[in-house]
């Protein structure tokens, strides 16, 4: 209890203390420590590229070196970091600061109470609680660092921004319909969208408008389990199945897909019977009450036997796709036609 | 225990139990050996029957001297501390590849104090193929003075190139009446609750001594009897999944949280971590490895509380099947008479035939890893859909 007091007055100490420069990626300049933190790769990636070309334009015999803070013995710092005979600058890149060793951390900390002249020392940290002494310590402005925060970034908007800035950065033009489909196309992946980015930039002519991200990314749909689930239970077949192998060739394995209709198939045949207020069916029966409404919507035009019969071909499935079964897709396909028939196909 | 001979708790084996015996003495003849003995055996027999004591006993004979089982082995064996008895029973969902490797390794070890090396793999069946491959060389020819000694449920759990190098002993299903008398005899177990828990566990001699003396576990069997009974409809039979899957974690957490709460003070004493006091960061990661291990046993465990549940399912199904055929036998749930008849008598055979074949595909998805609830579901829904015809 004693220790977690102290803790909480370092950090108020800390925080009234000097903190240093925080800047995104593309604002990156030299300093003698350089913290790359945040869990996006491409952005870190992109922000040490950059640091490395202004270094190397101020000065062609820059020295840059890697190390692995997750296996750097004692010593490995210091040897990259000492004087070299013609006193060039040196860039050093250590990687996995998030899983760094003991050893590694020792020597860092001794590094920043006294860093070389003309070193640029970029610490890549992704995330998580392991290295916070360190981290702490940068971040306190021992070394005269800067931080470059790398977030994940989740909303459309940001994502949005992010491909903006790419054609803005090339000088290209891109209108706010094609930016909007382009960003849609490329969910889950931030350098997905990154090099469709580069690509466009690289490979059309003139201003990008939707008609040119047809061109080139059109019938791309990315999908997930819920939503297959959903579109078979709503009764629209064609969809469902061309929802499916979307997913598929877009790398979804059919086994999350089945726990997916598994799940809902279940709530429905768990309230098929019960009457009353959704709230009262759904403190009943342990769930939300959207949930409830939905398997509601989801109920309509099913008989009770048809949900059971819907029971006995997940639980077929389900077997099939893990095991057993030539071709797991189709047994996939197979359940999901049954579902958007209402269970009596 | 330890003054009586190792294999009293066998019981209904008597022919097994001359075969082991006759072949622990033949090791011991040298030159005049009869054949009795070999250097590789599979016992087989249903769970419950005493397959692993049988291999224990069997183990004890051959590391005492002349082959006749002497005590002070027997309590060597029975803490599995004997130098020149190397085991290998998993509670995990399968044996891995490692273990097996470590323990071939070790069959090239000379014995040290007993004229043989004993190895026993409890639960071979749960080797995967490429696993069991690793065991094919040892098997064949091993050691001079190394005998193995593998258990399984049946042969044809057990790939045909490790059946073909081993010999058989099959242990029998005892009569419910011999196990009866055994926990009578053993636990002082009042008799009419002691044949009633041996037939409710078809003689599985474990199961029958946790029903016999356990109350909670009875109300469990209890209630998973009720709710078969009481399936109607399909949400019912949905929700009545859940709780089965319920009483099979109260089952298996039952049986393990007092072992992993132990386990772990155990460990931390080991380790010279005070009660009550903070983990050193450098121990954490073999904490963390016990707590790992604990979760793949509760994963087993919860499975294999799920299959004992759709055995109590399938024993009923059979009596519910044997009352609408007259086939006359002794039902296993005798004390469901009553409930036996009505849905007997409400029912098409034929719609008993396909729950019990629901079962049987229950219990094959199981270990193919298909979510228990999910299999619960299979086997309630299909019972609901078929008596409704």
């Known amino acids: 209890m004693a220790a977690r007091a102290g803790s909480t007055r370092a950090t108020a100490a800390k925080a009234a203390g000097p903190r240093i420069p925080v800047l995104v990626w593309d604002e990156v300049r030299p300093a003698p420590v350089v913290l790359v933190s ?77 860093p070389a002249d003309d070193t640029t020392l970029v610490l890549r940290h992704s995330g998580g609680t392991r290295g916070k002494r360190l981290l702490d310590a940068v971040r306190g402005g021992l070394g005269g660092g800067v931080e470059v925060a790398c977030a994940e970034l989740k909303r459309d908007a940001d994502r949005s921004a992010f491909a903006a800035a790419e054609f803005r950065a090339a000088r290209k033009r891109i209108s706010p319909g094609a930016l909007r489909v382009l960003v849609s196309a490329f969910q889950a992946d931030l350098a997905e969208l990154a090099s469709a980015c580069q690509q466009l930039i690289r490979d059309t002519a003139g201003d990008v408008t939707e008609a040119t991200v047809e061109t080139y990314y059109a019938g791309r749909v990315e999908t997930n389990a819920f939503a297959v689930a959903d579109a078979a239970l709503a009764g629209r077949r064609g969809d469902a199945l061309v929802l499916l192998r979307h997913a598929i060739a877009t790398g979804a394995d059919p086994v999350p897909i089945v726990a997916a209709i598994a799940s809902k198939v279940r709530t429905m045949a768990r309230i098929a019977d019960a009457h009353g207020s959704s709230a009262r069916v759904a403190s009943e029966y ?52 049954f579902l958007a028939g209402r269970g009596e196909g | 225990m330890s003054t009586e001979t190792p294999f009293a708790e066998l019981i209904g084996q008597q022919q097994a139990i001359e075969w082991v015996t006759a072949a622990a003495r033949d090791a011991y003849r040298g030159e005049q050996s009869t054949g009795a003995m070999t250097h590789a055996w599979l016992l087989t027999g249903p769970p419950g029957s005493g397959r692993s004591n049988l291999a224990y006993a069997f183990a004890t004979a051959l590391l005492s001297p002349g082959g006749v089982p002497d005590p002070a082995v027997a309590a060597l064996v029975d803490a599995r501390t004997h130098p020149d008895l190397a ?148 949400p019912q039979a949905v929700r009545s999944a859940q709780r089965l899957l319920d009483i099979a974690k109260e089952d298996s957490s039952a049986l393990t949280e007092e072992r992993d709460e132990g386990e772990r003070a155990a460990a931390l004493k080991s380790m010279g971590v005070q009660p009550g006091a903070a983990v050193p960061p450098q121990l954490r990661s073999m904490l963390k490895q016990l707590e790992d291990d604990q979760k793949r046993r509760a994963t087993r465990g919860l499975r294999d509380s799920v299959d004992r549940i759709l055995l109590d399912l399938l024993a009923l199904h059979r009596d ?70």
């Open chain 1, 286 to 337: 342990g769930l939300a009450p959207w949930q409830v409404d939905r398997a509601r919507r989801d109920l309509e035009g099913w008989q009770s036997d048809g949900v059971g019969r819907a029971i006995l071909l997940v639980a077929e499935t389900d077997e099939r796709v893990k095991s057993g079964a030539r071709d797991p897709e189709y047994a996939v396909e197979r359940l999901v036609a």
């Open chain 1, 38 to 114: 945040g869990p996006e790769d491409l952005l870190a990636e992109r922000a040490t590229r950059r640091l490395r070309e202004v270094l190397a334009a101020a000065d062609p015999s820059l020295e840059v070196s890697d190390l692995d803070a997750s296996n750097a013995a004692p010593g490995d710092l210091s040897t990259l970091a000492s004087p070299s005979l013609f006193g060039e600058p040196r860039l050093i890149r250590v990687t996995a600061v998030e899983r760094l060793t003991d050893g590694f951390l020792a020597e860092a900390m001794r590094y920043l109470e006294a």
């Open chain 2, 87 to 234: 085991v290998l029973a998993s509670e995990r969902v399968t044996i891995t590849i490692d273990e097996v490797r470590r323990l071939v390794t070790s069959a090239a070890y000379s014995p040290s104090v007993a004229a043989y090396r004993v190895l026993v793999i409890e639960d071979a069946d749960r080797m995967t193929e490429r696993t069991s491959n690793v065991l094919l060389k040892s098997l064949e020819e091993p050691p001079e003075r190394t005998v193995w000694i593998l258990c399984a449920p049946s042969e044809a759990d057990l790939l045909p190139t490790i059946r073909s190098r081993v010999r058989v002993v099959r242990l029998r299903v005892p009569d419910p009446a011999e196990v009866a008398e055994l926990l009578v005899r053993r636990d002082g177990v009042d008799p009419a609750l002691a044949l009633r828990a041996a037939q409710e566990a078809q003689s599985h001699i474990g199961m029958a001594h946790r029903l016999a003396t356990d109350a909670d576990a009875r109300a469990r069997r209890d209630e998973t009897i009720r709710i078969a009974f009481g399936v109607r409809s399909v």
């Open chain 2, 320 to 389: 519910v099947l044997l009352h609408q055929l007259g086939a006359g036998l002794t039902p296993v749930n005798g004390a469901y008479g009553d409930d036996i008849e009505r849905l007997a008598t409400d029912t098409p055979p034929t719609a008993t035939l396909a729950v019990l074949d629901a079962i049987a595909d229950a219990r094959r998805r199981l270990p193919a890893n298909v979510p228990p609830l999910l299999v619960l579901e299979a086997v309630l829904v299909t019972a609901a859909l078929e008596r409704r015809r």
